[in-house]
């Protein structure tokens, strides 16, 4: 199995910042794509930043220029820095894994972690 846990949501004034961190843990042979997702009341689940194992990254043009998202594969933890941050970026947000795992065999699994809110508001 591989679990993804993620940490650092919370209650922010607008203009402030955040830092996520996911960690992922198991039968992991490697890990492809690391991304952040949001989820906002009553809206679909977009994407909002993407790195490759390579560290090319991909990003939103609502987060452009505020967000850097970065990972340390030797960890297998990928993060989100979130700074001046808007209320319109109040949302529960996703960290999602594309994986190779090595049980019961080799395949490839994308995962999801379990979601952290960030709210935004003074």
């Known amino acids: 199995q591989v679990q993804l846990v993620e940490s650092g949501g919370g209650l922010v004034q607008p203009g402030g910042s955040l830092r996520l961190s996911c960690a992922a843990s198991g039968s992991i042979f490697s890990i492809n794509t690391m991304g952040w997702y949001r989820q906002a009341p009553g809206k679909q689940r977009e994407l909002v930043a993407a790195i490759a194992h390579g560290g090319s990254t991909n990003y939103a043009d609502s987060v452009k220029g505020r967000f850097t998202i970065s990972r340390d594969n030797a960890k297998n933890t990928v993060y989100l820095q979130m700074d001046s941050l808007k209320p319109e970026d109040t949302a529960v947000y996703y960290c999602?894994?594309?994986?190779?795992?090595?049980?019961?065999?080799?395949?490839?699994?994308?995962?999801w972690g379990q979601g952290t809110l960030v709210t935004v508001s003074s």
């Open positions: 999602n894994a594309d994986t190779i795992v090595v049980l019961p065999t080799i395949r490839s699994l994308e995962v």
